[in-house]
């Protein structure tokens, strides 16, 4: 069974400072890996990996995907309270659906 | 502009009262996607439509049902909720089901049931 595990479950930093949240996988066929941050509300997108190795940036927020470790790490740098929200490291399942398979998630607050 | 749209934003039902939640876009996406998120756990899939072709997870109960009636609707209905229904439904759109297709989520719906 495809499982994402995420780690640490919940982080709490000050402003400023720079997180590394990290998400590890065993998925039958890996086909892409994704970030998404979740408010109070609906998960919105922040990245697609889909070959090891590469960097995906915007802004303040950059990703990386190690097929090798069969893991991937979010880093945020210079954190705002903007930034506290829940991080989700995502799959796409196994078939041809769409279906996503979610991490647990990693709760960020970011204090002043 | 909402792009993804969900009625209502949250609702309450009682233990066994059928309830209906819907989603629409503006879109023009062909797959619409329910997924349950219960607290503190990761959203799951319930089911998807690829326009009309209806696609159920083999692990989504009997009591949760789906329509689309066109391509910018859909519907989620719970025929007897029950109190480990209570979660944050969320609806999802993508123009298409390869992973290079990002999904847009709408608000979600918090269904509460007493």
């Known amino acids: 069974e495809d499982k994402v595990v995420q780690s640490p479950l919940s982080l709490v930093v000050h402003e400023g400072d720079t997180v590394t949240l990290n998400c590890s996988y065993e998925?039958?066929?890996?086909?892409?890996l994704l970030w998404y941050k979740q408010e109070k509300k609906a998960p919105t997108f922040l990245f697609m990996l889909?070959?090891?190795?590469i960097e995906k940036k915007s802004g303040r927020l950059s990703s990386i995907l190690d097929k090798k470790e069969l893991s991937s790490i979010l880093n945020i740098t210079a954190t705002q309270t903007g930034d506290s929200a829940i991080y989700l490291c995502?799959?796409?399942?196994?078939?041809?659906?769409?279906?996503?398979?979610f991490g647990q998630g990693t709760t960020l607050q970011v204090k002043p | 502009d909402a792009m993804v749209i969900q009625n209502p934003r949250y609702q309450v039902t009682q233990f066994g009262k059928p309830v209906t939640l819907s989603c629409s876009q503006t879109?023009?996406?062909?797959?619409m996607y329910w997924y349950q998120q219960k607290s503190s756990q990761a959203p799951k899939l319930l089911f998807h439509?690829?326009?009309?072709?209806?696609?159920n997870e083999a692990d989504t109960p009997d009591n949760f049902q789906s329509r689309r009636p066109n391509t910018s609707f859909c519907f989620l209905d719970i025929r007897s909720p029950g109190l480990g229904d209570a979660a944050m439904y969320l609806c999802?759109?993508?123009?298409?089901?390869?992973?290079?297709?990002?999904?847009?989520f709408g608000p979600g719906t918090r269904l509460t049931v007493t």
């Open positions: 879109l023009n996406h062909n797959v």
């Open positions: 998925v039958t066929n890996f086909r892409s």
């Open positions: 995502v799959f796409h399942g196994s078939g041809n659906t769409g279906k996503l398979i």
């Open positions: 999802a759109t993508s123009r298409g089901t390869s992973v290079s297709y990002e999904q847009y």
């Open positions: 889909t070959s090891s190795g």
């Open positions: 439509y690829y326009d009309k072709d209806f696609n």
